[in-house]
Each structure stands twice: as C-alpha cells, then as structure tokens.
C-alpha cells in the first residue's frame, strides 16, 4: 500500500511551493488519485502533466501523462519516455517536484520544440541524398542546405522565442546561385515570415480574423519545389534540349 502520510506530505508541499519554484506552472489538481500541472513558457510552448501514483509510492516510480495542443505529439511522447526513465532517479523520494523541473528545463533548453512538426515535415518529405538539416537548440537556429545538381543554398532561419507570434529570422549564408536568383528566392523566404505575422494592408471584409502562423514550412516547401530543385530541372532540361538541337548537325557533318 502507498504511504498516505508520505503522499499526504508530498501533496502539502506542492500545494504550498509549485507555483513558486516552478516558473510558468500552474496547479490544476492535487489530490491523491492525480496531480495535474499546467507548464507554460509561450502560448506555444506549454503541456500539462499528469502524475499518478502507484500503490506502493514511493517505492515505485510515478506514471507521467504529457498533454499539449499546442506541441508535436512525437515530441510529447520522447519527452514521455525521457520523463519515465528519470523519475526511477528518485524512488523512495518525493517525485513529482523533480521532474516538473525536469520538464520546466526541458521546454527552456529546446527552443526548437516549438517547430518540430515543421522540422519532421522537412526530414520526412523534402530531404533529399545531398541535403541537409542542423538543429542548433542553444542558439534556437536551424541550419538548412539544400543542393539541386552543381547549384546549392545554404539557410539559417533563426526562431524567436514567441515563434509562431514573432517572424522567423532568414538569413542567406552561402549559395552559388547567379545573384538575381538568389536575391529572388531569398526576398521570397523573407516575405513569407513577414506576411505569416502581419496582416495584409488591404483587408478583405469577408475573411476571417487574421491569426499568424508558422512559417518555416512554407519557406521549406518553396525553396525545395519553387527554387532549388526546380532551377536544377530547368537547367538539365535547356541542356538536353540544346543537345538535341546539336545532335542532327553533329550526324551530317
């Protein structure tokens, strides 16, 4: 059987100090049966945990719950497992405190976390052999190369902590484009962060209120299809068709 006075204890101090040493934390419930505890550093950085607790607590670890709408559910759920490998750490211990600072630490060390759908959009559907994506969580930038033939570009997008409210920051590092081209491509990527942000200048009555959104998968999607890769195409093709142009003087002379 769990130790009530222990559990009974445990509950006490949470209910006094959670929201005191827990930054952005707010306490739904605190009762035996569950702890539920809401963890917001951004409107899109927040999850609820939910502790439950077995019957021989503290002997045994707590069952850790991770829900968010806000967040990617595949994050949630490597955060899930992270959190139960953790919790073992504090066995015969008060468990739930510890590991809401663990998650509390978690959100503040991974900025990124707040675009991880993007992120596994790109991975699963836009890389290609050649290309390639960095995550830098310290500086919550991420690094994005992407190559079509001889031709390649290489982004830094910069996410703000706000991020999806606050624009993306772009940033063309290298390229071996004809400079018009990537003046093009780079003043389009800059135009769709602005305008996820910004509502238009002309508005239309009939449309619904604006709400910003992401970006940086819409930047990934044009620069994949609309840039790079289509750029290299159009370039195989005007090779091909300059070769077939050749091909009947080549025979006859």
Known sequence: ???SSFLLAELKDLKTRCEKVVAGST???CVPQV???KISRTEFKELTAHFQFPADYPSSPLTIELKS???DFKLLQG???VCTDEVKKYVTKQQVMPMLLFIRKFIDDNPLCVCRGEVAHIQKNLLEPGDALKLKQKTSQISLT???GQYFIKMLFTVPDLYPLEKLGVECVDHNFPELFKQNFFGQCVEIARRCVEPPLRKNPKAPPFQPKPSLQEIADFLFTNCVKRYHRSRARTARTRLCRLTPRLVFC
């Open 1 to 3: 059987m769990a130790d």
């Open 27 to 29: 306490l739904v419930a």
């Open 35 to 37: 702890v539920q505890v």
């Open 69 to 71: 709408k806000p967040l």
């Open 79 to 81: 955060l899930e497992k």
């Open 146 to 148: 992407i190559c079509g």
